[in-house]
């Protein structure tokens, strides 16, 4: 276990990726890999309680993903209602609040409410911030700021004024970007938030993500010396 001396990172982002491929390598459908995913989503909430991380966020579906088969599409929107529907006690219990970022307008009804449900429920919780990027892209989340800027004619912008018309105003800039099953690329996540973010890539594929993969990660960032354009110390 991380040792409470060292840095932790305050924000771990993480892009999960290679359920598909998890799933094909088996031989099965790929809604059977989603579905393993959806536990090494329960595995990394478990060990990042356990560091005392404030914030964890998920891509857990893009603006491009609605270019996948209709059958994969569906099956992952039901994923994320049963989710809803039978974790949020346990995010409760666990001091955890859910929250969800994208543009929800694009989403089915059905998917709306329970987000509305979910993150109502927890939104009295202190601990970690669980957040899952769902129907978002990096790009539309600052187009959509620009628009909401305009809207309230603001003439002129700062860096703190731009932040604050992004989808999670108070959310800190990721720490820790984490990239699951061999891709290093950032696939529109975060296009903003990650300027300084430290990344990880790992050949693991997201359902076989597990305690020691993050425990790495962690690591991994430790060994980094942020220094955000300063001259080395």
Known sequence: MIDD???????????????????????????????????????????AVEL??????????????????????????SLLVEYINTKVPELVRDNIRLRFMGRRDGLPEMIRESMDEGEKATEHCSGLNFVVAINYSGKAEIVDAVNKILRSGVDEISENTFKSYLYIPEMPEPDLLIRTSGEKRISNFMLWQLAYTELYFTETLWPDFDEEEFLKAVYFYQSRERRFGKVPG
């Open 5 to 47: 001396i060292f840095k932790k990172p305050e924000h771990v982002a993480v892009i999960m990726d290679g359920n598909g491929r998890w799933a094909k390598r088996r031989g099965l459908p790929r809604v059977f890999g989603h579905r393993e995913g959806a536990k090494a989503v329960e595995r990394t909430l478990k060990i």
């Open 52 to 77: 005392d991380i404030k914030w964890l966020s998920v891509f857990a579906f893009s603006t491009e993903n609605w270019k996948r088969p209709k059958e994969e599409v569906d099956a992952i929107m």
